[in-house]
């Protein structure tokens, strides 16, 4: 009974660093599309800002900073939050391509 005991300890420890290192690429696959989405929205915002057919009263250079911190901070959020799924699709592909 202890062989068998000791046997699968012996197991699991050995697959625990094997285990670790491919968690660990996953969390920066999923960290890099996360990024790469969050990147994406600030862009569309930012687009979608420049469209804006008329100046508003309080358009200055000031109020574009802002709303470019603004853009940026929404983008991470809705990033995190997965909202347009580009970052679950990013990471489906490249765990499947093995990079």
Known sequence: MNAISSTSIATASSMAPANSAVD??????????ANFEAIFVRQM????????????????????????MQDAKIAESM??????????????HLENNDV
């Open 24 to 33: 660990k690429q996953k969390a920066e696959i999923e960290s890099m599309a």
């Open 79 to 92: 990033a995190q939050r997965g909202v347009f799924g580009i970052a679950q699709l990013l990471t489906r």
């Open 45 to 68: 915002l930012s687009t979608m800002r420049d469209s804006s057919l008329g100046e508003g009263l309080f358009d200055n250079q000031g109020m574009e900073q802002f709303r470019d």
